[in-house]
Structures are given as structure tokens and as C-alpha cells.
């Protein structure tokens, strides 16, 4: 299954590349939590662009899971203003033809980075396997390490790892639960 063209590209959302993980000790990393149809989602974001979005059961363990990750920064919950930043990755979950552009702050190894950028490229309603996703990168045996990849990936749907399924298109693993990624396919492939 081919990968979109590059024009079609065009429309991803813009990317910016940090080599700090964990969050500089004087950076500020403001989050919003809402409920949505596939449960708690928290977004969250730093002066580059958002960092985080994270889909759950409850706003606790999303909010803990976001102060692990970035164990050096400061965190400011802000329903109020940064909510349309949530409004906009909610609107996108329910109806995913509307597209998703936001500013990314996207942490990650090189390979990581290949990868992700790769899963960016598959339009909606369609999947890669983990192999083609590898061939892709040009390194046809790291299937796993493009899994691990997919597993490390802290951005939901904006870094679209949902889309990526076995080489029989059956479903494998997904950080927030495989019963949210065959809703996200779902939705994608009736849109």
C-alpha cells in the first residue's frame, strides 16, 4: 500500500524537532483536559508547539502520565484559554475528515523521528503495516523497532501510529488501547 503523494503531504501538520525530553527545568508546559467520546483527553503544549496528546480513562492518570514524561517542567492546567487547542484535537477525533494543523512539538530519537514522520504521510481511512512502514525508512527488518516507535509515540492522533496495523491488517497494540484504535479506524474509513 503506497504512501500519499507529496502534495497531498502539504496539508500534515507543521513539525518542530527538540532534542530535550524531559522538559527544561525553567520551560512552562500548559494542558487542558476534556471528556470526549472515546474517554479523557489531555493536550498539551510548550512554546514550540503541543507536545502531548494523551487519550485515557481518567483526567488523573493522563495528568500524572504527562508529569512523568516531562519531569523537569513546569505544568499549568488551563482549561480556559488553551481549551481550543482540546475543542480542535475532539473535533478532529469525532469527525476526522476535518484534518488536525496544529503546531507540534514532536521529542524523539532520529528513528523515531523517521518513523513519525512517515505515519504523518498516510491519509485518513487508510493503513500501513509495520513492514511497509519499515521498507519506507529504508530498513526493511526493523518491524519491531518501527513497533517500539509506534509505542513511544505521546502525540494521539496528530502522530497517527493508529493507522499502522500487521501485515494481515489485523489490529496489533496501541498506547491508549486497541478498542480506541479500531474506533479511530472505524470513524476514518466512513469519513
Known sequence: MPLLDYEQSSRLSSMTQSDNRTGDPNSQICFALKECS???????ANKIGVCTIALGNDAYTLTHDLQDHFPHAELVNDNNEFGQRVAKVVDFIEAPVIGLALPLDIRGTAFQQKVWQTL???????????????????????????????A????????PCHRVVRSDESLSGYRWG?????????RESSS
Not at 152 to 159: E, G, R, T
Request: with cysteine; hydrophobic share 50%.
Open 152 to 159: 513511544a509515540n505521546i502525540l494521539a492522533v496528530a502522530i
Open 120 to 150: 504523518q504521510k498516510i491519509p485518513i481511512g487508510k493503513q500501513m503495516s509495520y513492514t511497509e512502514i519499515a521498507q519506507c525508512i529504508g530498513t526493511p527488518k526493523a518491524m519491531r523497532a518501527v513497533a517500539n516507535a509506534c
Open 38 to 44: 472515546l474517554g479523557s483527553i489531555l493536550v498539551a
Open 178 to 186: 486497541v478498542e480506541r484504535k479500531a474506533e479511530l479506524l472505524r
